[in-house]
T-cell receptor
Framework: GEDVEQSLFLSVREGDSSVINCTYTDSSSTYLYWYKQEPGAGLQLLTYIFSNMDMKQDQRLTVLLNKKDKHLSLRIADTQTGDSAIYFCAVSSGGYNKLIFGAGTRLAVHP | DGGITQSPKYLFRKEGQNVTLSCEQNLNHDAMYWYRQDPGQGLRLIYYSQIVNDFQKGDIAEGYSVSREKKESFPLTVTSAQKNPTAFYLC????????????FGPGTRLTVT
C-alpha cells in the first residue's frame, strides 16, 4: 500500500533554516501537504502543493517537490523557538478524500 | 468563530464500555473524517463521510462505528470490540467536492483501563 516516510527528529539553532524531508510511494498522489502539531493539540495545515508544481513559497515556508524521486521537503527560514513542533507530511490517495500521513518529524529549536 | 470542536478533551473509560466522541463543525463542510494517532506514528483513517447519511470505512474501522445524521456532526463510537482503544482521536473536515484542504479539530485523548 501507500507509504510515507519521514525522519523522526531534527534539531536546529534559532535563526537557521530547517529542512524537513519526506518520501512517498504513490506516484498518483495529486496533493501533498505539510501539517504542524504542537503538544496535545490538533493538526494545523501549513501549506500544500499540487503534483504539477515544483515549488511553492509562502512567507518563511518553501515547499519543494521532486516528483521523479517522490520526494517532498519543507524549508522553514529563520527558524524560531515557536516553530518547535511535530511536522507531518501527508499525500492524497485515491482522490482527495483520503490522506496518508508520515510518522512526523519532531523539530527542536535551540538558542 | 468558525471551526471544529471536539469534546471532551480528555476521556477515561473502563475496559468493556462503549464510549462516544463528539465532533462538531460550523464550517458548512460536506466531508468529515476520524483519525487515530498513536505515539510516534502518523494518523490513521478510521471512517470518513462525504455527505449526510453516508459514510465509508477507512483503514482501521474495526471496533468503531459512526453516524452522520446532520451535516455539522460526526460522532465516533469506540466499542468494546476495539482491542486497543487508548489513543488520541482527531476529527477533520473538508469543504465541497473541489476543496482539497482538510482542517482538524483539537482532538480527544481517550484512555481505557
Amino acid at each position: 500500500g501507500e507509504d510515507v516516510e519521514q525522519s523522526l527528529f531534527l534539531s536546529v539553532r534559532e535563526g537557521d533554516s530547517s529542512v524537513i524531508n519526506c518520501t512517498y510511494t504513490d506516484s498518483s498522489s495529486t496533493y501533498l501537504y505539510w501539517y504542524k502539531q504542537e503538544p496535545g493539540a490538533g493538526l494545523q495545515l501549513l501549506t500544500y502543493i499540487f503534483s504539477n508544481m515544483d515549488m511553492k513559497q509562502d512567507q518563511r515556508l518553501t515547499v519543494l517537490l521532486n516528483k521523479k524521486d517522490k520526494h517532498l521537503s519543507l524549508r522553514i527560514a529563520d527558524t524560531q523557538t515557536g516553530d518547535s513542533a511535530i511536522y507531518f507530511c501527508a499525500v492524497s490517495s485515491g482522490g482527495y478524500n483520503k490522506l496518508i500521513f508520515g510518522a512526523g518529524t519532531r523539530l527542536a529549536v535551540h538558542p | 468563530d468558525g471551526g471544529i470542536t471536539q469534546s471532551p478533551k480528555y476521556l477515561f473509560r473502563k475496559e468493556g464500555q462503549n464510549v462516544t466522541l463528539s465532533c462538531e463543525q460550523n464550517l458548512n463542510h460536506d466531508a468529515m473524517y476520524w483519525y487515530r494517532q498513536d505515539p510516534g506514528q502518523g494518523l490513521r483513517l478510521i471512517y470518513y463521510s462525504q455527505i449526510v447519511n453516508d459514510f465509508q470505512k477507512g483503514d482501521i474501522a474495526e471496533g468503531y462505528s459512526v453516524s452522520r445524521e446532520k451535516k455539522e456532526s460526526f460522532p465516533l463510537t469506540v466499542t468494546s470490540a476495539q482491542k486497543n482503544p487508548t489513543a488520541f482521536y482527531l476529527c477533520a473536515s473538508r469543504g465541497g467536492s473541489l476543496s482539497y484542504e482538510q482542517y482538524f479539530g483539537p482532538g480527544t485523548r481517550l484512555t481505557v483501563t
